[in-house]
């Protein structure tokens, strides 16, 4: 499904990410591993278009990304939460997932001045695919209240909502779990489970949370100093003196 060929990206004479390959197939959870300032948020931001690489070669699904905006990669199914939280807090939940819907809404003057049966239909749809979500994060009895007033947790989720209501291909989240008690940190691995499970969802996760990592992944690239250190399946992975030296430390 993605591709990533000799992905370098320099900041000035900083190389952050030096010559990485990865490949992801389609319903698959890929998390990506490495200590702090490894290089892997870049390697989300080259993939999500947010930074243009220096050099390298995207393919999704076997078309070439790494000249598109992130808006247009987003279009093309490949969506992404931040490190951060990112939600229109004084917007209201349900809200913030019908923004995120505006690209799929018929949204002409006209149509919106004139309130045309095709501009009804196209809300009320926005509508119910902004309710089954808020349903599927269990996050329905919250609709009406401002985003920023929910649980940290609840934002979390929240924004995973945000990128499932434009129906994504492959979701990339930026460390999901962080902040997260270990409740909500379990709600957030039956969360991920699910939408691969139940609604086909390739994903590819940064995360720091080793608990997390190893009990979902299929597959773990590690990334050390911007370069790609190792790929393997988490038993592989644990096992890997290299990235025990680098990462995860003797246990
Ligand atoms: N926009 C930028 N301008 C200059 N340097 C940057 C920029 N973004 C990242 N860097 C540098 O690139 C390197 C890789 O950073 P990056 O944020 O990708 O690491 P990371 O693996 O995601 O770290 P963390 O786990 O702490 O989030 C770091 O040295 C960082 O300071």
């Known amino acids: 499904m993605l591709n990533a060929k000799n992905l370098t990206m320099c900041f000035g004479g900083l190389v952050a990410v030096d010559n990485v390959e990865l490949s992801i197939d389609k319903h698959q959870i890929v998390s990506m591993i490495g200590p702090n300032g490894a290089g892997k948020t870049t390697v989300f931001n080259c993939l999500s278009g947010f930074y243009k690489p220096t050099s390298g070669e995207i393919l999704f699904e076997n078309n070439p990304i790494h000249n598109l905006p992130g808006f247009k990669i987003a279009r093309k199914g490949l969506v992404r ?3 951060h939280v990112r939600l229109f807090k004084e917007m209201t939940a349900i809200e913030n997932l019908l923004v995120a819907q505006h690209y799929s809404l018929n949204t002409n003057l006209f149509s919106g001045l004139f309130k045309t049966p095709s501009f009804i239909k196209s809300e009320a749809i926005a509508l119910d695919n902004a309710a089954f979500w808020l349903e599927q994060v269990k996050l329905i009895k919250m609709a009406n209240r401002p985003a920023g007033n929910l649980a940290y947790g609840q934002q979390r989720r929240l924004e995973i909502a945000r990128c499932m209501v434009t129906h994504p291909k492959l979701l990339m989240l930026d460390e999901p779990a962080a902040g997260l008690n270990p409740k909500e940190t379990k709600e957030l691995d039956e969360l991920i489970l699910m939408l691969r499970n139940e609604n086909g969802i390739t994903v590819l996760l940064i995360e720091h949370d080793m608990k997390l990592v190893m009990g979902i992944s299929d597959k773990i690239i590690v990334i050390n100093q911007g ?25």
């Open 81 to 83: 939460t931040f490190q």
């Open 227 to 251: 370069k790609h250190l190792a790929t393997g399946t988490p038993d592989e992975i644990k096992a890997n003196r290299e990235v025990i030296n680098a990462y995860l430390g003797e246990e």
